[in-house]
């Protein structure tokens, strides 16, 4: 498959007064046309920052510090700030946890789809209006809520009211950050089956941002776990969950309950995940790990390369068989 | 069993807020029916999650039942006795022994206060210890709850906690009062992925420690089969199936919870998904569809759920559920 976005040891850091929070730090990944990748992490993980950092919107005082964002052969973040507003929302589609707070409460959606689709198109209103609807359409939303606010929708309808807005122009890539964290299962699963035929009919890459690494299991074809603002594992949605090769995510699937199973014995990682200020020396996880060995406390691992993943563990060194 | 808890037929009914105009010219008065009507019996030493989404009534019905706010119509029986109309001096009596944890660690611990102080703070108000003996109560809880060294702690402001260890405080401050009931809301779904399990896994010992019974309420279906012995689903306001864990999740039998559980992703499925699809949303509690109130939504609905509202019967032992067409 093409590789549509490809990052290249991106780091993103903030620069606070109190010091520096390296959220990013040394990320190197890539999605193709028609995949859907889910990025899982914790809370402060460095998730969302990743995702806002490849459309450049990383609010300060964060910024990009090094790294490349290879985009339709381009370097996302040479590239003039005119040109990249043209990308966002065209090529590259955003979708965040939160509609209400995406969309203006004070002007009918279909005037904001219009509005979008001629920013960024040589359309007329009415050809606009025609792409609007289909969009809609598209989604699930019957053509007379056009004229609603979005107050008079639901958090489902306004959610897929934004995906609808992120994907009416066909961009290659679609960044949703936790598209589905404030609905309930229900419309999830419904929200999540919309994402899966929009990559299945349109080609589209997804990046699905997310904490819920059950939702990430089941719905992407590729799993990239973060931790402490590094990736630390990235494979087939099957192999990262039949057999995860990182300490830390085979702890995180023992510690998810899982509701087809009655109370099998949860296991818990201790302890709680670094401040970024000053993470650990060595491996970033090591004062949580089991697994730890004395080199885990001084030298930062880096990434291999095994049977088609990435681990980044001193476990495996020597190779898979060593490891585990 | 021993009985702890029995609701019978449970109503609240918020006003719905108007403009004065609207109140000159409209006759008739509207209500968000949170909770419709809800009959239940919780058992001694047992832990029932009460599941749903968001604006089922849940958090409402853990409201009632510790008597943060007062039912429309229905009686609360608590060991043997009716505590729906209790005020002042008895209520805060009954406060001992019945508890609430909520969700927001963040929000329900005083920012200003040493949490050594919160943990003793339930013991002064009830008069229950002074002095030192107060201290070594407060000392011995914060270890129960896993924050230790507890000298350690006394002293630390909520600020400099992580999430986890602030719910530690709140359950600590549940605890201490040694209460009979503990109604959770949704303790654990502002935790960490991390350590949630390690949150559920206290909750469990403190369990069988105290001889405690738990309402726990959650949005989440694993995180409910993990840790409860029986599941009360609610709908609208309405409870819509209950029964021990085991045969709810293994045979659920309204067409409801049967779409809950087939939309929960599951990490590495057992069974290959069938998914069972609902059509739109939850409607408008202010005015449930007649009849049975899932009916717009059911793949199953007949005429008669047009008409009439089912009642809850039992389906199997002690397996109870509210539709007309499960046999």
């Keep these: 498959m093409e590789e549509i976005l490809k990052m290249r040891n991106l780091k993103a850091y903030y620069f606070t007064r109190e010091g520096v929070i390296r959220a990013v730090d040394n990320v190197s990944l890539s999605i193709s046309r028609g995949e859907l990748l889910g990025l899982v ?36 973040l040479k590239l003039p700030e005119k040109e990249l507003r043209n990308i966002r929302g065209k090529h590259i589609g955003m979708i ?7 969309l203006d409460p004070l002007r009918k959606i279909g005037d904001q789809l219009i509005e979008t689709i001629i920013v960024h198109t040589r359309v007329n209103k009415e050809e606009a209006k025609e792409i609007a609807l289909r969009a809609l359409e598209r989604v699930g939303i019957a053509p007379d809520r056009f004229d609603d606010y979005p107050h008079q929708l639901s958090g489902g309808m306004r959610q897929r009211v934004m995906i609808a807005m992120a994907t009416m122009l066909n961009p290659d890539l679609l960044i949703a950050d936790e598209p589905t964290t404030a609905l309930d299962v229900i419309v999830q699963s419904r929200i999540m089956d919309l994402l899966s035929d929009l990559k299945r009919s349109m080609k589209m890459a997804i990046l699905l941002i997310t904490h819920d690494l059950a939702l990430v299991i089941e719905r992407s074809d590729r799993v990239a776990v973060m931790y402490a603002g590094e990736l630390c594992e990235v494979g087939s949605s099957e192999k990262v969950s039949q057999e995860p090769l990182h300490p830390y995510t085979q702890l995180l699937l023992e510690s998810i309950p899982n509701v087809e199973k009655p109370r099998t014995k949860l296991i818990y990682i201790p302890g709680s995940p670094p401040d970024m200020m000053n993470p650990p020396a060595g491996c970033r996880f090591w004062p949580r790990c089991p697994k730890v060995m004395n080199m885990c406390k001084s030298i930062p691992p880096r990434p291999l390369e095994l049977d088609g993943r990435m681990v980044r563990c001193h476990l495996y060194n020597g190779g898979l068989e060593s490891g585990g | 069993m021993d009985e702890i808890l029995r609701l019978i037929n449970i109503r609240k009914w918020f006003p719905v807020q108007k403009s004065f105009l609207e109140r000159l010219l409209a006759k008739e008065k509207l209500f968000v029916k949170a909770v419709d009507g809800v009959s239940l019996t919780v058992w001694r030493g047992e832990t029932l999650a009460l599941v749903g989404e968001s604006g089922c009534g849940k958090t409402t019905l853990g409201r009632l039942i510790v008597r943060l706010i007062d039912p429309t119509s229905g009686r609360i029986i608590f060991n043997g006795m009716d505590i729906t109309d209790l005020r002042g001096e008895e209520l805060r009596r009954l406060r001992r022994k019945m508890q609430i944890i909520f969700q927001d660690p963040y929000a329900s611990l005083n920012p200003r206060m040493p949490i050594g102080e919160q943990v003793a703070h339930p013991l002064k108000i009830h008069g229950l210890a002074q002095g030192s003996e ?194």
């Design chain 2, 134 to 327: 107060l201290r070594d109560i407060v000392m011995k809880t914060l270890e129960q709850v896993g924050l230790t060294p507890p000298e350690k702690f006394y002293n630390v402001y909520p600020r400099a906690l992580s999430g986890g260890q602030r719910q530690r405080v709140a359950i600590a401050r549940a605890i201490v009062l040694k209460p009979e009931l503990v109604v959770a809301d949704e303790p654990v779904s502002m935790i960490d992925v991390s350590l949630r399990a390690s949150i559920l896994d206290l909750m469990l010992m403190l369990k069988q420690e105290f001889n405690l019974t738990y309402i726990f309420i959650t949005h989440d279906l694993a995180v409910a089969r993990y840790i409860a012995d029986r599941i009360a689903v609610m709908y609208l306001g309405k409870i819509v199936e209950h029964g021990p864990s085991e045969l709810v999740f293994e045979n659920p039998l309204h067409p409801y919870t049967k779409a809950l559980l087939t939309s929960i992703p599951v990490p590495r499925p057992l069974k290959e998904p069938k998914r069972v699809e609902l059509k739109g949303e939850v409607p408008n509690p202010i005015n449930p569809p007649l009849g049975c109130r899932f009916h717009p939504r059911c793949p199953i609905a007949g005429e008669i759920c047009r008409r009439e509202e089912p009642e809850l019967r039992e389906a199997e032992n002690d397996h109870y559920v509210a539709c007309f067409y499960v046999t």
């Design chain 1, 41 to 76: 992490g914790e809370s402060g993980s460095g998730k969302s920052s990743l995702g806002l950092s490849i459309v450049r919107l990383i609010p300060p005082p964060g910024r990009i510090v090094d790294g490349e964002i290879i985009f339709r052969k381009m370097d996302l």
């Design chain 1, 96 to 102: 965040f946890q939160d509609p209400l707070t995406s």
